[in-house]
């Protein structure tokens, strides 16, 4: 198999509860489209430095990753990171990558949002299965 890419959306979900609250208009939120890496062997999905001067995701904390080659380093959490795929949603935390890093998409949002990859087609789509909504396992 291939690498597989899919074209996401990533919000700043702060900024989207102060539109709700009318503290500043839509057009303010921070957001950002691209092409992103589907990796089904990571969990938390990972954003670069460069995405998040764009986005500015609230920090959480710093927390120690072991990423893919087993270096383990310190990195910042971030939180209220909205991802959005086709008609599918999910919230998140991310962890933030050295600046030019590829950014993952990850297990944990995909099985959030109910999206599969079509291994022929190299391909990521929303569940064929639930094409309306997402279904979500409680267990």
């Known amino acids: 198999m291939g ?5 996401v ?3 700043n979900d702060d900024d989207l509860a102060y539109v709700r609250k009318s503290i500043i ?3 303010e939120v921070k957001r950002m489209h691209f092409n992103m890496l589907v990796d089904t062997g990571s969990l938390m999905l990972a954003i670069n430095e460069n ?3 764009i986005i500015q995701f609230p920090v959480v904390e710093k927390k120690r990753f072991q990423l893919a080659n087993r270096e383990i380093g310190e990195y910042d959490l971030v939180s209220s990171v909205e991802l959005r795929f ?3 949603r999910t919230l998140c935390d991310a962890i933030v990558l050295q600046k030019d890093s590829e950014p993952l998409l990850v297990a944990i ?3 959030a949002m109910d999206v599969v990859i079509l291994v022929a087609r190299q391909e990521l789509v929303v569940n064929p299965e639930h094409p309306d909504m997402a279904i979500l ?3």
């Open 137 to 139: 396992k409680l267990k």
């Open 25 to 27: 208009d839509k057009d």
């Open 9 to 11: 959306e990533l919000i």
């Open 3 to 7: 690498l597989v890419y899919a074209d």
């Open 109 to 111: 949002p995909m099985e």
């Open 86 to 88: 086709k008609n599918r």
């Open 51 to 53: 995405i998040q001067e």
